[in-house]
């Protein structure tokens, strides 16, 4: 088992650019999560799928920010046009159902 | 709605030492999953140990171990024998039954172990 795989592990790149995260889930995980995490807020969640099909996007900050999952293994997170308070890490995480949360190593995204 | 609370922001201990870190839940669930993740500088997220409310036994992985205490809606980890690294963040989180995409964190707690 590869777990979650994401990439890239590091971004930088200038305000205004668009960023691509990406997310690789674990095989027969049907719930994928996005989560930002930053030392003022801690662990936010941004939308989660089940499926392939957003469920929530309640936590997702403005409409700069978009996610999909086209199919069961594979989901991106895109800022456009990024900003500097957009600096943070971001992990993907996906579960089964009852398993815990298996988390990817996340990607942390600097924005200058 | 569920919350989580880790009242420690920072902790220490000595290396081979025992410390224990606090977390509290509120919930009106009476069936659920509660966790304890580790988030060394590498800033990955590591499943530490793992209880199901509907269990009296408190779950015990090696040196981890917690006291569970539903009616006290309280969750603490006791880490034995503590090595250098164990220093990371440390993070309680809660997971519905019924809704079980539903995941709730606590702020954290960072352990700094001496050596």
């Known amino acids: ?112 | 709605a569920q919350t989580v609370t880790q009242s420690q922001p920072e902790m220490s201990v000595q290396e081979a030492e025992t410390v224990t870190l606090s977390c509290t839940y509120d919930t009106s669930e009476s069936d659920y999953y509660l966790f304890w993740y580790k988030q060394p500088p590498s800033r990955q997220m590591i499943l530490v140990i793992r209880q199901e409310a509907y269990k009296q036994q408190n779950a015990t992985e090696n040196r981890f171990s917690v006291n569970f205490q539903k009616a006290a809606k309280s969750f603490s980890l006791k880490i034995s024998d503590s090595q250098l690294g164990d220093a990371a963040m440390y993070f309680c989180a809660y997971q519905n039954t019924y809704n079980f995409n539903k995941f709730y964190f606590g702020s954290g707690t960072k352990l700094n172990v001496k050596p």
């Open chain 1, 1 to 112: 088992d590869a777990g979650v795989i994401q990439s890239p592990r590091h971004e930088v790149t200038e305000m205004g650019q668009e960023v691509t995260l990406r997310c690789k889930p674990i095989s027969g995980h049907d719930y994928l999560f996005w989560y930002r995490q930053t030392m003022m807020r801690g662990l936010e969640l941004l939308i989660y799928f089940n499926n392939n099909v957003p469920i929530d996007d309640s936590g997702m900050p403005e409409d700069r920010f978009s996610a999909k999952m086209p199919n069961a293994s594979f989901s991106t997170l895109k800022i456009q046009p990024s900003e500097p308070r957009d600096s943070a890490v971001y992990f993907c995480a996906s579960t089964g159902g009852t398993s815990p949360l298996h988390f990817g190593n996340g990607t942390r995204l600097t924005v200058t």
